[in-house]
């Protein structure tokens, strides 16, 4: 399949110069983007070995910063990765990051904690045994606008969401490997992003956000036992059930997905991002969404009830 437009992400964002001048946390020290380093010993540039959280700023407050630092501070026990502070101190240096770069509104952060710099260029674990390393990167950032109008097209790719004993999805680690070469796949088949399958052959995630459809009414997305355990997901589920919207956690196959109405991807950047095409075939009808435009609402709402923003 070969697309004839031009090809664009769930992560492309408005152009905003003031992302040059930009001032990194990085281990408590806040400085200029030219300026903030890491070693090349370290974990995280070594082996990809640590944890990362995407979140958004509005009106002063990151939405859903208690869900954000429940996932990541799982993830990093889980791995066993000292953070080397409590949620507090996480605040706290968010905070600094923010107002050294004067940002309040339309922010989003990549923070990234690694096991920090190895004694010798070798994996163990125990090689890392001067503390982690922890950097914040903050740019004003809004998602696209012709993301909404023009949608997504996926293309479904070889490379699956595999077993929890090879590498939990629920991970958001540095070793992105798995959904880098799912990426590659897509745009050398013409699309912007992959469809990912589960290692059963059912329609799981994309290769960089939560997967859902739109049939007859309901809203369909797959069982969590291989996707990411992604907060909008959660947020986008819960809101259905207050909604009196069916959602269903469910198994399906490309041929419910090729047959959907509507069809969205869920992520922390984008919110909900709606999908042009899959394979090549138009999903549902071309500029008609009224499930995912009902969702959007909900999900406005709810952002502005969690930060006091009048607008996401």
Same mark, same amino acid.
């Given at each position: 399949?070969?697309?004839?437009?031009?090809?664009?992400?769930?992560? &492309? #964002? !408005?152009?905003?110069?003031?992302?040059?001048?930009?001032?990194?946390?990085?281990?408590?020290?806040?400085?200029?983007? &030219?300026?903030?380093?890491?070693?090349?010993? &370290?974990?995280?540039?070594?082996?990809?070995?640590?944890?990362?959280?995407?979140?958004?700023?509005?009106?002063?407050?990151?939405?859903?910063?208690? %869900?954000?630092?429940?996932?990541?501070?799982?993830?990093?026990?889980?791995?066993?990765? *000292?953070?080397?502070?409590?949620?507090?101190?996480?605040? *706290?240096?968010?905070?600094?990051?923010?107002? #050294?770069?004067?940002?309040?509104?339309?922010?989003?952060?990549?923070?990234?904690?690694?096991?920090?710099?190895?004694?010798?260029?070798?994996?163990?674990?125990?090689?890392?045994? !001067?503390?982690?390393?922890? /950097?914040?990167?903050?740019?004003?950032?809004?998602?696209?606008?012709?993301?909404?109008? +023009?949608?997504?097209?996926?293309?479904?790719?070889?490379?699956?969401?595999?077993?929890?004993?090879?590498? &939990?999805?629920?991970?958001?680690?540095?070793?992105?490997?798995?959904?880098?070469?799912?990426?590659?796949?897509?745009?050398?088949?013409?699309?912007?992003?992959?469809?990912?399958?589960?290692?059963?052959?059912? /329609?799981?995630?994309?290769?960089?956000?939560?997967?859902?459809?739109?049939?007859?009414? %309901?809203?369909?997305?797959?069982?969590?036992?291989?996707?990411?355990?992604? /907060?909008?997901?959660?947020?986008?589920?819960?809101?259905?059930?207050?909604? *009196?919207?069916?959602?269903?956690?469910?198994?399906?196959?490309?041929?419910? #997905?090729?047959? #959907?109405?509507?069809?969205?991807?869920?992520?922390?950047?984008?919110?909900?991002?709606? /999908?042009?095409?899959?394979?090549?075939?138009?999903?549902?009808? !071309?500029?008609?969404?009224?499930?995912? +435009?009902?969702?959007?609402?909900?999900?406005?709402?709810?952002? !502005?009830?969690?930060?006091?923003?009048?607008?996401?």
């Amino acid at each position: 399949m070969q697309s004839n437009t031009i090809s664009h992400s769930t992560h &492309d #964002a !408005s152009e905003d110069d003031r992302n040059r001048d930009i001032k990194i946390y990085v281990n408590g020290e806040i400085v200029h983007r &030219d300026e903030a380093k890491v070693s090349v010993y &370290d974990s995280g540039f070594m082996l990809g070995d640590g944890m990362w959280e995407g979140m958004r700023l509005y009106n002063g407050k990151w939405a859903f910063f208690d %869900e954000h630092m429940d996932r990541f501070f799982n993830s990093c026990k889980a791995v066993s990765i *000292d953070v080397g502070m409590d949620k507090a101190g996480i605040l *706290d240096a968010l905070t600094r990051t923010a107002a #050294a770069n004067n940002m309040t509104h339309d922010v989003h952060c990549r923070l990234m904690l690694t096991r920090g710099i190895k004694d010798k260029p070798f994996q163990h674990p125990r090689l890392s045994r !001067s503390g982690p390393t922890l /950097v914040i990167i903050m740019e004003h950032s809004k998602p696209a606008v012709s993301l909404q109008s +023009a949608g997504i097209t996926l293309a479904t790719v070889p490379q699956v969401r595999g077993l929890p004993m090879s590498q &939990d999805a629920k991970f958001n680690s540095h070793s992105k490997l798995n959904c880098v070469i799912a990426c590659l796949q897509a745009e050398q088949a013409g699309a912007d992003e992959g469809l990912m399958l589960d290692p059963h052959g059912f /329609v799981n995630t994309t290769n960089a956000c939560n997967f859902f459809i739109v049939r007859r009414g %309901e809203v369909w997305t797959s069982k969590p036992d291989y996707c990411m355990n992604g /907060v909008t997901r959660q947020k986008v589920i819960d809101l259905c059930r207050q909604n *009196d919207i069916p959602v269903f956690e469910k198994n399906y196959s490309l041929y419910e #997905a090729y047959g #959907a109405d509507e069809a969205f991807l869920t992520g922390t950047f984008g919110a909900q991002t709606p /999908v042009a095409s899959i394979d090549g075939k138009v999903i549902g009808k !071309s500029g008609e969404r009224p499930m995912i +435009a009902r969702i959007q609402s909900l999900y406005k709402s709810l952002i !502005s009830e969690n930060t006091g923003s009048s607008q996401p």
